[in-house]
Structure formats: structure tokens, C-alpha cells
């Protein structure tokens, strides 16, 4: 396999000018020295090495770049983890090995100190693929495509190499900290840890979004839309697994960068010019084919549901891996997308559900669903379920192919819901916008919670009851409309139509919902650890939140938000942000919930007027709760309040002290006087830094900043909560509102 196709470049020979291919030099010799004020170029004038500075900071980076990118923005860096101070320093060949020097303190990176060499006799040279390489006589020791850091350019391989070897190498993209910084951030693409075919985005240790997977043939990315403009190859041998690619022959030359705030961006460069490829990951359990997501249909067609048979599942089909608790499980993400026409179980694999995506052929009534393992209790119970619903079955099926794969299989579709129960609340859901949703009879969701019972209540809200239920053998939580509720249909609504075209790992999954008659009922993934307020303020149970449990709640509440404000396909203002809407799955993850009150906004910095001012006082920021009047900042404000009451395990609506009558004014008061240790809660003394908790409580202060436009962005606080060298603003004083009434209490909701 060629580490890159050159022909993909001879367009570029028109983007420089020719006297500056004359004069430039893309090699390096030893003995040569390269300074702050000049640059390598590659030899056809593609790619351009030397120094940068990015962000306010000053420091200065040795990094690759496009020759023909006005911002320069690097797409490899040497140095992100040493700095150096401005126009102070220079690279060179020294005893054959790649140096960085700092001439101001003589302090010295050597690049390739895991390969150094071994004579005088090398030389390093800039790549027109962008690689940066050192050569040794005539073999390469080095290379920058071995160490990427947040970019994957064409010819680059990420995976595992040296399998078995005593250190085996990973490689992988790390995203900047944030625009202006090029030191490690917080996300990473690679492959899976376990499943070597699948890869994934990664925040810390924890999978946070599924990329794409090779299938035997193809890799396939989860993306609506892509520039269709490149080759992948997997190569998976003894000694190394990677994925590489390549672009196609044509003047378009594209690459991908793992953004510091968690997602995949694509870029091009057409004509001389830079730009982004507009796409998004396909939501929810939806799938990439070869024209984009497929369309999941808000209802599913009715009388359809499961049967097992055996025979044959074309390769053509598309399929996705998933985790699943139990072959239910598995059924239940299969039955919450009707574009899901089969599934697969097998309890030996870690992910264990497998789904299958195709066209359906409505003549044949037919549809097959593998399961590779099934115990002789379930096939009972599916027995008598069958019988139960005999009437009520219809099948559907598969175009059969030659080629295919042998399993057991099981038929489904189900009627879940009557369509005129909807339309006769006049939801007007579309069907289009709301994929992935799953209506649900009002029987079953009677059978899964044991009719309301009081046994299975979990807790009571603005909005009505909660009650913990079991579906298709999965926990959820059921939220009831209650019908002295002030919220009603509208309210509803507002809910469902918002959550459905929502995903992330700090948002509460919406399941499914209920119209039956005056009851409307939303159905949640269920949450072990229930919301955060009932373990923060209570003297017990919060001991089990030691400082990085806090730090990691805070972290991703942040970024719930930051999906909501910047990058959900409804930019969204919460409008109701407090401790009892943050809900903790078995690993103490946040999640943001309830979208009853929230708003969708369609510009950056709108600021929109309500005269029905909802919410909970105690995290109403002042302009909000005064005047109607909201934009993001509101909800920077409220998280600053639930900051403060993670790190104190105090409550502020009803917080009482004699230096001031609420916890803001209180952390102020500390912060002045530099007493800032005495603000955090005794039960985590030990586990949290005096700098860390510094830093938190200034960022905490800058959020609840009086005025809104002296409120950070929420990108921006996350910024300055994972920099920890950063210079921050002083705040001003906060909004010490005399209207605080205790937690509860509400205005009109």
C-alpha cells in the first residue's frame, strides 16, 4: 500500500508562486539551523514548517501547516506539550537528531527520542503529503505521521502498532485544549479498546460518540453527508491494525481534524481556498447508507412484531453494534427505530446487540432478524407471546441475496400505539424531525410501572409524577403529566420536540412517549444514582462525591450545555437548569433533563423576552427573573449556582449566614477575603486540590456576574476549567437577589 498518492497533489503546483518554490527549501541538514523567521516548504509548495504562536498566550509552537491557509492554522505541532516563550526559538539537526531549542534557558526538545540516531548522516525533509520525516542514509527513522496530534491527513495511519512487542505504539488524534491552544485537550479518535474494527470518539477514558466501523469491505461512517471524497483502507496483521486513506483522483483534497470540543470536522481545499464540510452524525440508532441517514419513521406501521425463524442475512444490509443489557435490551433499541428491520444478540461480545437496517418489502411481509444465542426460557416466553398476539402479527421481508450470513432468526414489528390518539391531541408531530421515537400504548406503560403504583415512585416534580417502570426487561422512568400541573400540552410538546432532535452523553435519553386521552406520559432511560440534589444535600449520601466525582459532574454539565448553546441542530436555551434536573447514571455521569421550559434560538447571541417567567428561583439569573428576559448566558448563570452548590453541598435558595443571605454573596465574601478553602464541603477534604478549587470558584463567580454580558460563554468556561495555567478575569460582583424564594418554589410554569 502507498503511504500516499502524489497525484493528488500535482494540482496543487499553481497554489505558490514559483519564486517561492525556487528560493524555499523543504530540507533541513545537520549542522543547519532553522530560526523563528523561517519556514520549510515542501516541494511542490503544498505544506509549509517553522514557527507559530496561536492565542493570546504568546507561546510559541514548531508546527506544519498549509502553505495556502491564511489562519495557518497547524495540522501537526511538535511542542504542544513545551511551549516555547515568544521569538526565542529554533530548530536544528544535532548529532543527527531533530532539536528543538529554547535559546533563552538552552532547554531542548528532541523529536525523535524514541528513534534517535545513530550517525551524523541524517537529514529531515517536509513531504508534500505533510509529513515531516528524518532520514538516515537512505532509510526514514522518523516520522511526524507516527505522532499526530489532532489532525488525519491523507497517507496517515491511526491504530496499534508493534502488536506484542514489550511497548507497543498507539496512534491516535488528541484534540487542542481549545482554538488557541494546541496543548492536549480533552477528546481522542482511535480505535476501540476491545473491538479493533470499530472506532470512536473518546473523552478521557469513557466512549463518547461512535465514529464508524469497518464491515469486511467498506468502512462506514455515521454521518448524514460527507464530500464522498476518500478511500479508507483497514489493514489488520500480526503485528499491526490501522485505518488509513486516501483521496480520490480528483483536484479536491480533503482531511479530517478531531475538534476541541468533541466532534469530527471535515475539510476541503478547492480552488485555492479552505473550507468545512457541513455534516453532523446521524442521530440516535440511525445509520449511514450510500445517500445519507437513513429516515426513521416516527410511527411504526401497525401489527408488526418479532417471530424467530432461520435462514439468511444479506451483507448488503447495514448493520450497527450497540450495548444492550440482555437480548431485551437489544429488542428494545431494534423496536425504537423503525428503520431498524433486525437485530442480532450475543451474549460472548462485549458490545452484544447487533442492528440491522434496510428497505422493507411490504409484498413479502417478512422480516428477519438474526439472534446468535437465545436460552430455552426465552424461546417459551416468545412462544406465549406469540400466541398471545397471533392476530395481531404480520411479516415482512428481505430482497434475498446469494451471499449472506446463517443465524437464527426472529421476525418483529409491533403495533405500539394508536396514530389517531396524536393527531386527535393535536401534537402535530413530524415525523421527519422526530426520528427515533418510540409511541407507546397507554397499556403498556400501565403494565410497566404496576399501574402508577406507589412502590415504584421515584419522585414528583413541576411537571407531574415519576414512576421507575420495566420495558422490554430495560428500567425507564416514566414522567406523568400531572393534570393540576400549570404545564400542559404546549409544555409537552415543547418537550418532545426538542429532546427527540437532541444527542449526547450529558442529555437524558428520551425513550419514547404517551397520548392517551387527557394522559400524556414521556418515557426516560432510567437513572440508578436518580438526580443530583438528592446525593449534594444530603449529609450521607455525599460521601460518595470525593472531589473528581464533582469535578467530573461539573465538567459534564458544561458540556451538556455547550451541546445545547452551540452545537445541537436547535441552538437551546434550558431555561430551568438546577440540581434536581441533573440526573447521575450508575457512574455518577451527569445528565442534563427536563426540556419542558426550554427554548430553541437561531442566533448566536439572541436574547429573547417572556412576560410568563418560568423556572425555579435560586438559579434564575437577575434579568430573567426581574425582566423576561433570556439568552445562553441565562443558563451560564444557573450552572454557576449549581457549581457553587456541588463544591459547598449547600443549597442556595436556602442557604443561611451572617456574612450574607445567599451562597453567592457568601463565596464572594470568601473569595475577597482569600478564604476560599472555607466554602468547600468538609465531607471531600483531602480529595480536592487548593488550586483546582481556586480555579472553579472564580469561574464559578465570572457565571454568576451580575450583568449578562459580563458572563463568560459556556465554551468559554470549559476552556478555562481544563486550562489550569490559564490567566482568568477577576469577576465582578455577583447578583445578590433579594427575591430568592426556597427550592420549589416557582414562578408560573
Not at 415482512?396 to 386527535?424: A, P, V
Request: aromatic share 12%; glycine share 8%.
Amino acid at each position: 500500500m502507498r503511504a500516499f498518492n502524489s497525484k493528488a497533489f500535482s494540482f496543487l503546483l499553481i497554489f505558490s508562486p514559483l519564486s517561492c518554490l525556487s528560493n524555499a527549501s523543504n530540507t533541513l541538514r545537520t549542522g543547519e539551523t532553522l530560526y523563528n523567521y523561517e519556514t520549510l516548504v515542501s516541494s511542490n509548495g503544498v505544506f509549509e514548517l517553522g514557527f507559530f504562536s496561536s492565542g493570546d498566550s504568546g507561546n510559541e509552537y514548531v508546527g506544519i501547516w498549509f502553505i495556502n491557509d491564511k489562519d495557518k492554522k497547524a495540522v501537526w505541532v511538535a511542542n504542544r506539550e513545551d511551549p516555547l516563550p515568544a521569538s526565542s526559538g529554533s530548530l536544528s539537526i544535532t548529532n543527527g537528531n531533530l532539536v528543538i531549542y529554547n535559546n533563552r534557558t538552552s532547554d531542548k526538545t528532541i523529536l525523535n527520542s524514541d528513534a534517535p540516531a545513530t550517525t551524523n548522516n541524517t537529514i529531515a525533509k517536509l513531504l508534500d503529503s505533510g509529513n515531516f520525516v528524518l532520514i538516515q542514509g537512505e532509510k526514514m527513522i522518523w516520522q511526524s505521521f507516527e505522532h499526530p496530534t489532532d489532525t488525519f491527513l491523507p497517507g496517515m495511519k491511526l491504530g496499534l502498532f508493534n502488536i506484542g512487542a514489550s511497548q507497543p505504539r498507539v496512534q491516535f488524534l488528541l484534540s487542542w485544549l481549545n482554538p488557541g491552544d494546541p496543548g492536549k485537550g480533552s477528546f481522542s479518535l482511535g480505535f476501540d479498546r476491545e473491538n479493533k474494527t470499530q472506532f470512536n470518539i473518546w473523552w478521557g477514558e469513557s466512549v463518547y460518540q461512535e465514529i464508524g466501523f469497518w464491515d469486511g469491505k467498506n468502512f462506514r461512517l455515521f454521518f448524514e453527508s460527507s464530500s464522498n471524497n476518500h478511500n479508507f483502507s483497514y489493514v489488520s496483521e500480526e503485528k499491526e491494525t490501522y485505518v488509513t486513506f486516501s483521496n480520490k483522483e480528483s483536484i479536491v483534497f480533503s482531511w479530517f481534524v478531531m475538534a476541541y470540543h468533541g466532534v469530527i470536522n471535515e475539510y476541503k481545499m478547492e480552488d485555492q481556498r479552505i473550507s468545512m464540510v457541513n455534516y453532523s452524525l446521524c442521530d440516535g440508532t440511525a445509520v449511514k447508507n450510500s445517500s445519507g441517514c437513513l429516515i426513521i419513521p416516527l410511527v411504526c406501521e401497525n401489527g408488526d412484531d418479532f417471530s424467530e425463524i432461520t435462514g439468511l442475512m444479506p451483507t448488503s444490509i447495514i448493520t450497527r453494534r450497540a450495548t444492550a443489557i440482555g437480548i431485551n435490551g437489544c429488542e428494545l433499541l431494534c423496536r425504537s427505530n423503525c428503520s431498524c428491520v433486525a437485530y442480532a444478540y450475543s451474549s460472548s461480545d462485549r458490545y452484544g446487540c447487533e442492528l440491522y437496517y434496510g428497505k422493507q418489502n411490504r409484498k413479502k411481509n417478512r422480516l428477519i432478524l438474526v439472534t446468535a444465542t437465545v436460552m430455552s426460557v426465552i424461546l417459551v416466553i416468545m412462544i406465549l407471546l406469540v400466541t398471545y398476539f397471533i392476530r395481531k402479527y404480520r411479516f415482512i421481508g428481505f430482497d434475498w441475496q446469494k451471499e449472506g450470513m446463517k443465524g437464527n432468526m426472529r421476525l418483529l414489528l409491533s403495533q405500539f400505539t394508536n396514530e389517531n390518539d396524536i393527531k386527535s391531541n393535536g401534537i402535530g408531530f413530524n415525523k421527519r424531525k422526530n426520528q427515533g421515537m418510540l409511541p407507546l400504548r397507554f397499556s403498556y406503560v400501565v403494565a410497566a410501572t404496576d399501574n402508577f403504583s406507589a412502590a415504584n415512585k421515584l419522585g414528583e416534580g413541576g411537571f407531574g409524577p415519576v414512576h421507575k417502570g420495566k420495558l422490554f426487561g430495560q428500567d425507564i422512568a416514566v414522567k406523568r403529566l400531572s393534570k393540576n400541573s400549570g404545564q400542559g400540552l404546549m409544555e409537552f410538546r415543547n418537550e418532545v420536540m426538542l429532546i427527540s432532535s437532541l444527542q449526547h452523553r450529558n442529555l437524558v435519553k428520551l425513550l419514547g412517549f404517551c397520548i392517551h386521552r387527557d394522559e400524556r406520559i414521556l418515557i426516560y432511560e432510567y437513572m440508578p444514582n436518580k438526580s443530583l440534589d438528592s446525593i449534594i444535600f444530603d449529609r450521607t449520601k455525599r460521601l460518595l462525591l470525593d472531589w473528581r466525582t464533582r469535578k467530573n459532574i461539573i465538567e459534564g454539565i458544561a458540556q451538556g450545555l455547550l451541546y445545547l448553546h452551540k452545537y445541537s441542530r436547535l441552538r437551546i436555551i434550558h431555561r430551568d437548569l438546577k440540581t434536581s434536573n441533573i440526573l447521575l447514571d450508575n457512574y455518577m455521569n451527569p445528565k442534563i433533563s427536563d426540556f419542558g421550559l426550554a427554548r430553541a434560538i437561531f442566533e448566536n447571541d439572541h436574547i429573547d423576552k417572556t412576560k410568563k417567567i418560568a423556572g425555579t428561583y435560586g438559579y434564575l439569573s437577575p434579568e430573567y427573573a426581574l425582566h423576561g428576559l433570556f439568552s445562553t448566558k441565562s443558563d451560564v448563570f444557573s450552572f454557576g449556582v449549581i457549581l457553587f452548590e456541588i463544591i459547598s453541598g449547600r443549597k442556595n435558595s436556602t442557604f443561611t449566614e451572617s456574612d450574607c443571605s445567599n451562597l453567592l454573596g457568601h463565596a464572594w465574601n470568601l473569595w475577597n477575603a482569600g478564604r476560599c478553602i472555607e466554602l468547600m464541603d468538609l465531607k471531600m477534604a483531602g480529595t480536592c486540590p487548593l488550586t483546582d478549587l481556586m480555579i472553579y470558584i472564580q469561574v464559578g463567580l465570572l457565571c454568576v456576574q451580575e450583568l449578562a454580558e459580563d458572563r463568560p460563554s459556556i465554551s468559554d468556561v470549559i476552556s478555562m476549567l481544563s486550562n489550569e495555567g490559564a490567566s482568568l478575569p477577576m469577576p465582578k460582583q455577583p447578583a445578590f437577589s433579594t427575591h430568592l424564594m426556597t427550592d420549589g418554589q416557582t414562578p408560573s410554569r
